[in-house]
């Protein structure tokens, strides 16, 4: 069975630009949750979302966007980028939810010059 | 809001000693569970505790869940150099929501 996988891997962006983020989850998982991951601030959570809905969102301003699609792949948006957007963007499947095992993908780094 | 605390942030071991992380949350949880990142790597699930009191073992690594299911602990036996990595812990509450801990960074020393 094919793991998460997360495009692009690695991509550098330019303040004030805006990025999208893919993520396809394990086939048969409806939940998608994406983290933020930085050195100082750990694993935040951005979203869930289940069967094409946000089911849940973490503390992060309203830049930060993401959609789900019938096949359950999932995009996060990131507009006006700003240089504390630098991070490692990490998606996670689950079979049961945002609050289950979760499967990681091997995320997308993204630098904001 | 919900806090998830982590003690130590950073652990030295030298090879063959023992290695203990601490998770403590602010409010009772309904669950925990334990990740392991190695570096450069993605978190990967280690296990899930749900009862008060808990205790499970995989081979080397115990892991506890505090009898008020606020606090747990895991606790890595005789250290090898395939443990290092950094292990969060991530604590479901009554909200329903999941939040991980800061993380401990193991580094182990042949």
């Known amino acids: 069975k094919a793991g998460v996988t997360q495009t692009p891997r690695y991509l550098i962006k330019t303040r004030g630009q805006q990025v999208t983020l893919s993520c396809s989850p394990i086939?048969?998982?409806?939940?998608v949750s994406w983290y933020q991951q930085t050195p100082g601030q750990g694993l935040q959570f951005l979203f869930e979302?289940?069967?094409?809905?946000?089911?849940n969102k973490g503390n992060f301003p309203g830049r930060f966007s993401g959609r789900q699609f019938s096949n359950s792949r999932s995009e996060m948006n990131v507009s006006t980028l700003e240089l504390g957007d630098s991070a490692l963007y990490l998606c996670?499947?689950?079979?049961?939810?945002?609050?289950?095992?979760?499967?990681f993908g091997e995320g997308s780094r993204l630098t904001v010059l | 809001g919900q806090q998830v605390m982590q003690i130590p942030q950073y652990q030295h071991v030298q090879e063959g000693e023992d290695f203990t992380t601490y998770c403590n949350s602010s409010?009772?949880?309904?669950?925990i569970q334990w990740y392991k990142q190695r570096p450069g790597g993605h978190p990967v699930f280690l296990i899930q505790?749900?009862?008060?009191?808990e205790v499970k073992k995989q081979k080397r690594l115990t892991f506890q869940f505090g009898e008020a299911k606020k606090n747990s602990s895991l606790h890595i036996t005789a250290t090898q150099t395939t443990d290092v990595g950094t292990y969060f812990c991530?604590?479901?509450?009554?909200?329903?929501?999941?939040?991980f801990g800061g993380g401990t960074r193991l580094m182990v020393k042949p």
């Open positions: 505790l749900v009862k008060s009191g």
């Open positions: 409010t009772t949880l309904s669950n």
């Open positions: 086939s048969g998982h409806r939940s």
């Open positions: 991530a604590g479901v509450n009554a909200g329903n929501m999941l939040t």
């Open positions: 996670a499947s689950s079979l049961q939810g945002a609050t289950g095992e979760l499967f």
């Open positions: 979302y289940f069967s094409e809905t946000q089911r």
